[in-house]
């Protein structure tokens, strides 16, 4: 069944807050083909995301994952013994899967204070100096924040991406009747559309997925 309306308010409002798709300028000093020196991941929860990207960082290259200090469990209890099996299946006779070594080599994880906190650290100290980051925070009021620490981590032609930037579709709803994580996310919306710093466009899907590359 379809919901011509409803996809055609996803579609204006996407219009609203989109640009032309961005292009890439070909890397100067990239490590190797289709890899990636350093990353930063706001939010891991089970990880397996965080896995997936750290099997297309180049074997020398790091990933800064923060989480919140009460979701890490998640990532001790789901994401580490997936990345055990995934060595196991990657390296059935080799000394990696018995030194903990692989996928989690290359995983820098910090938890030890919520994601803002860490992530404005991350921002004074590690600024242009990061590839890719994904944020995907659940604590959404944080949102306009992350973002500029975000575009502040990432150095020139490096990728942003953001889930969730419709708020499972608050930011669609008239202003009073928003929450304050709408208007948080639809404030964010609006910066990114006229950040001069960057070029983007939102996609209506993953719950709004901003694709985000810096100057």
């Known amino acids: 069944m379809r919901f011509p309306i409803v996809f ?19 890397p100067t000093s990239a ?18 995301g965080l896995l997936g ?6 074997s020398r290259g790091l990933i800064v994952a923060v989480e919140h200090p009460s979701y890490v469990h998640y990532w001790e209890e789901i994401g580490l013994k997936v990345a055990k099996i995934c060595l196991v299946l990657h390296y059935p006779n080799n000394d990696l899967f018995h030194t903990g070594h692989g996928y989690t080599s290359k995983i820098q994880l910090r938890s030890s204070e919520p994601i803002e906190k860490a992530l404005s650290k991350l921002a ?4 242009d100096n990061f590839d890719f980051v994904f944020l995907d925070d659940l604590k959404r009021e944080n949102y306009l924040d992350d973002y500029e620490h975000a575009v502040r981590l990432l150095r ?3 990728l942003l ?8 579709g608050g930011v669609l709803t008239s202003v009073e009747l928003m929450t304050e994580n709408d208007r948080v996310i639809s404030s964010m919306n609006a910066r ?3 950040d001069g710093r960057v070029r983007a466009s939102l996609l209506p899907f993953g719950g709004g997925t901003w694709i985000i590359v810096k100057k």
Do not use: M, Y
């Open 161 to 168: 991406v953001i889930n969730q930037a419709l708020n499972n």
């Open 53 to 58: 990207i750290a099997e297309k960082v180049h």
């Open 124 to 127: 004074a100290n590690d600024w």
């Open 8 to 26: 055609d308010l996803l579609d204006q409002k996407a219009r609203k807050f989109t640009r032309p798709p961005p292009t890439v300028d070909p």
């Open 192 to 194: 990114i559309k006229e």
């Open 31 to 48: 490590p190797s083909k289709g890899s990636l020196s350093s990353c930063h991941l706001c939010r891991v929860f089970t990880g397996l």
């Open 156 to 158: 020139s032609n490096g």
